[in-house]
């Protein structure tokens, strides 16, 4: 486990603005609770809270990754319209410490859906 610092710095914070996510034109997620993790230089990235994510559309899968900041991941494939886009949505079930507030929440790759901030 590495802490982050200033060689690494990663921030969390509230996300004023209402995001949302979708996939093949369906609402995969939509939220006014979202996190946005800056890590480095990294694009930030949005942690969407799992209450507010259609997990009807989502599957796990058994791939899995680890971060030597934030821990082991977990990942979903998104099934909308017949269409399959695997492992397009990580997890980090029991983050460490130092990032634990992005338990709970799901985050998508940007280049396989359409991640959206709109006013709140």
């Known amino acids: 486990m590495k802490i982050p610092g200033p060689d690494h710095p990663i921030t969390i914070a509230p996300n004023p603005k209402r995001v949302r996510v979708t996939a093949g034109g369906k609402v995969v997620a939509d939220t006014t609770g979202a ?3 800056r890590e ?3 694009p930030p990235v949005q942690y969407i809270p ?3 994510v259609d997990m009807a559309l989502l599957s796990a899968t058994d791939r899995r990754t ?3 900041y ?3 991941a977990g990942y979903f494939t998104i099934k909308t319209h017949g269409k399959m886009l ?7 079930e029991a983050p460490y410490d ?9 985050a998508f790759y940007p280049d396989r859906v359409t ?6």
């Open 35 to 37: 996190l946005t993790l």
């Open 40 to 42: 480095a230089s990294y």
């Open 50 to 52: 799992r209450a507010d």
């Open 66 to 68: 680890h971060c030597p």
């Open 70 to 72: 934030k821990g082991d």
């Open 86 to 92: 695997d492992n397009a949505i990580w997890t980090y």
């Open 98 to 106: 130092a990032v634990k507030e992005i338990a709970g929440h799901l």
């Open 115 to 120: 991640i959206e901030e709109l006013p709140a």
